[in-house]
């Protein structure tokens, strides 16, 4: 049983445009969904964070939306640039249970 | 700051042989973690800890075994590997507030 559906499993979009990764959710006792990228031949490193108290965060062009009814959480790349081509993955968790539970990934590539 | 650091890096195995992929982390982190990761399959947790002396399995822990002894160290044993265990191995750690740190990741293959 898959518990974090992500799509697309890959994506091209042009330099300077947006990259949406969307994701969905069953558990309804997740309370923390992050979103980590990945380089080729490196581990996952957290890019950015949200908890279902606040339906949008925004760090710098990365901006994860967040619909607590729908459970569904994306990931909004704007400005896209050639250095943002990476494996993205969103992630759940919930308080008390610290285990993260992984999409299954996005391969994203930015064309100039 | 070496964060979470596994070695070896590369490893081919022949069926049925065994091995330990090593992990520290160097954060004072009580939670450990063992990831798999596969194409297009996301990372599967196989297994993990909450503190000294405390494992507890994953979504996929057969084949696999794992001790922690420190809170630093939290080596993954393979006992008799086959080829379904080719895979990129990634081990993380994480405090109670912080996010997970993850290490470079063991490629391994079993021929």
């Known amino acids: 049983q898959q518990q974090v559906k992500q799509s697309p499993q890959s994506l091209i979009v042009q330099k300077g445009g947006i990259s949406i990764i969307n994701c969905a959710y069953e558990?309804?006792?997740?309370?923390?969904f992050p979103w980590y990228q990945q380089f080729p031949g490196k581990g996952p490193a957290l890019l950015i964070a949200?908890?279902?108290?606040?339906s949008e965060k925004k760090e710098g062009r990365f901006t994860i939306s967040f619909n607590k009814s729908a459970k569904q959480f994306s990931l909004h790349i704007m400005d896209s640039q050639p250095g943002d081509s990476a494996t993205y993955f969103c992630?759940?968790?919930?308080?008390?249970?610290?285990?993260?539970?992984f999409g299954t990934g996005t391969r994203l590539t930015i064309i100039p | 700051n070496a964060g979470v650091t596994q070695t070896p890096k590369f490893r081919i195995l022949k069926i049925g042989q065994s091995m330990t992929l090593q992990c520290t982390q160097d954060?004072?982190?009580?939670?450990m973690y063992w990831y798999r990761q596969d194409p297009g399959m996301g990372l599967k947790l196989i297994y993990y800890?909450?503190?000294?002396?405390?494992?507890d399995k994953g979504e996929v822990p057969n084949g696999y075994n794992v001790s922690r002894s420190t809170t630093e160290d939290f080596p993954l044993r393979l006992e008799l590997a086959a080829p379904s265990q080719t895979s990129v191995y990634f081990c993380?750690?994480?405090?109670?507030?912080?996010?997970?740190?993850f290490g470079q990741g063991t490629r391994l293959t079993v021929v």
């Open positions: 800890s909450v503190g000294a002396g405390i494992t």
């Open positions: 993380a750690s994480k405090g109670a507030s912080t996010e997970a740190f």
């Open positions: 949200i908890r279902p108290d606040v």
């Open positions: 558990n309804t006792a997740f309370d923390y």
């Open positions: 954060m004072n982190h009580n939670y």
């Open positions: 992630a759940a968790s919930r308080r008390g249970n610290e285990k993260l539970t």
